[in-house]
């Protein structure tokens, strides 16, 4: 009996030592039975955040500025560059000037928010053919841009021939699109618009490939607008 008496007072100490040692290690509080996470469990070393400045991040306020100075930049991932395949039978000159359109109708979208006092665009010679964000920031910098308009575009299009008629021509685009603050390297905007253009082949088309890219063209604007549109309505909210 007293060596049963011994082991009941052993196995009970060793017992309460290991449910206080599983909560006094664990950062979480528990209640009514379960676990409420107050931070991370997962030990990331390569994290480029402290644990600290995630709880910081989390928990506090954020506003953007009432007034906006706006730089803009592509980024074209891997993803991306196949797309201009679809250019190659299309000078250069033709090809910048799809481009360039592309960056006016951001522009004119940006501008229509009251808060945006100034927009510019940061050079190639500025960022790498893939760009980290914390280079787009020290960029951003230089150009004294309040947040950066961040986007890529990738499209593909689909077309259904016919014998004796005109081809059908079916694009998709979808552009990524993200607001970047650069005083706080935070995200508070971001947004991903597919949007498709249907058309056939027009007589006013030099060739086959003229038209592709002109169906490819519109369905890129048209996605454009979309995310001028959601934009126009966050800057008005925030």
Do not use: H
């Not at 107050?38 to 991040?57: G, M, P, V, W």
């Not at 960029?139 to 308009?149: F, G, L, P």
């Not at 003229?210 to 309505?233: C, D, M, Y």
């Amino acid at each position: 009996m007293r060596n049963l008496f011994l082991l009941c007072i052993i196995f009970i100490a060793l017992s309460s030592c290991m449910v206080t040692e599983r909560y006094s290690e664990s950062p979480a509080n528990v209640i009514d039975n379960g676990i409420s996470l107050t931070q991370s469990l997962f030990n990331d070393r390569n994290s480029t955040i402290s644990e600290k400045n995630i709880q910081a991040i989390l928990d506090g306020k954020y506003n953007l500025p009432e007034k906006l100075r706006v730089t803009i930049v592509k980024m074209e991932s891997k993803s991306y560059q196949p797309q201009r395949t679809y250019y190659m039978n299309w000078t250069s000159e033709e090809y910048l000037k799809m481009q360039q359109s592309y960056l006016d109708l951001f522009t004119q979208k940006l501008y229509n928010s009251q808060r945006v006092t100034n927009i510019s665009v940061i050079p190639d010679l500025l960022v790498s053919s893939n760009p980290t964000f914390t280079l787009i920031r020290e960029s951003a910098v230089r150009m004294q841009a309040d947040v950066v308009a961040i986007y890529s575009i990738n499209s593909e299009l689909y077309a259904k021939y016919k014998m004796f008629k005109k081809d059908e021509l079916k694009a998709f685009a979808t552009i990524q699109f993200i607001i970047l603050d650069v005083r706080t390297g935070l995200i508070p905007f971001s947004t991903v618009v597919t949007k498709d253009y249907q058309s056939k082949e027009l007589q006013t088309d030099f060739d086959a490939e003229t038209a592709k890219n002109r169906v490819k063209n519109e369905a890129v604007l048209l996605a454009i607008n979309e995310i001028g549109s959601q934009l126009l309505e966050f800057l008005k909210t925030e």
